[in-house]
C-alpha cells in the first residue's frame, strides 16, 4: 500500500479503511508542515495547522473531487485554517528560536558571538521584511524561494492562474527589496 496512487488511497479511505488515510498523512505531512512553517514562522503553529487540516481533510474526503491532486485540496484546506487562527489570534512569534526551527538555521556554538548576534538580526530584518508582505504576495513567494516549487505547482495549489502567481510573486520580491532597504537605511 506505501507506493498506491492517491486515488486509491483515497477511494479506500473514504470506504472506511483507516490505514489508507494514514498512508496519505504519512505521504503529506512533512511536505505540509515544512510549507506551513514558513508561512507561519512557527514550528508549533505549522503542527497545530497541519493537524487541523488533517483531520478536516478526513471528514470531508468523501467531497474531493479528484480533478486536482490531493496535497493541492489539502494545502487549500491548511491555508484557510492558518487564516482562520490568524484572524483569532494573531500569529506572530518574533523569536530567533521559531524561526530556527521553521528554516533549518541553528547558530553554531563556535561562531563568535558578534557574528552570531549579526547573523540574528539579519534573520529578523528579514522576517520582519517578509511578515509585513500582504499574504496574497508571500504566500507565491515562500512557496517559489523556500519550498521550490515551480509556478505551475503554485498556481494548482492556490487555484489562481500562472500569470497571477508570476505577477504576485514579482510584486512580493519588489516589496520584499524595498521594505529591506528601509529598514537597512534605518540602521
Wanted: aromatic fraction near 8%; proline fraction near 3%; avoid cysteine.
Amino acid at each position: 500500500m506505501d507506493s498506491a496512487p492517491d486515488d486509491s488511497l483515497i477511494s479506500e479511505a473514504v470506504a472506511g479503511n483507516d490505514r489508507a488515510y494514514e498512508q496519505l498523512v504519512f505521504r503529506y505531512q512533512d511536505r505540509l508542515i515544512h510549507s506551513l512553517e514558513h508561512t507561519t514562522g512557527s514550528r508549533e503553529d505549522a503542527l497545530e495547522i497541519a493537524q487541523q487540516a488533517f483531520i478536516q481533510a478526513w471528514r470531508k474526503l468523501d467531497t474531493f473531487r479528484q480533478e486536482s491532486q490531493f496535497y493541492s485540496w489539502l494545502y487549500r484546506i491548511a491555508r484557510n485554517v492558518a487564516v482562520s487562527r490568524s484572524r483569532k489570534n494573531r500569529l506572530n512569534s518574533n523569536s530567533l528560536e521559531a524561526y530556527s526551527d521553521a528554516t533549518g538555521f541553528e547558530a553554531t556554538s563556535n561562531a563568535a558571538p558578534s557574528d552570531r548576534i549579526e547573523r540574528s538580526e539579519q534573520i529578523n530584518s528579514v522576517r520582519s521584511a517578509l511578515s509585513q508582505i500582504p499574504e496574497d504576495f508571500r504566500q507565491p513567494l515562500v512557496l517559489k524561494e523556500i519550498d521550490g516549487l515551480s509556478y505551475e505547482e503554485i498556481s494548482q495549489l492556490l487555484d489562481i492562474p500562472m500569470g497571477t502567481v508570476r505577477s504576485r510573486i514579482y510584486r512580493a520580491r519588489q516589496e520584499l527589496t524595498e521594505r529591506l532597504k528601509r529598514l537597512l537605511e534605518d540602521d
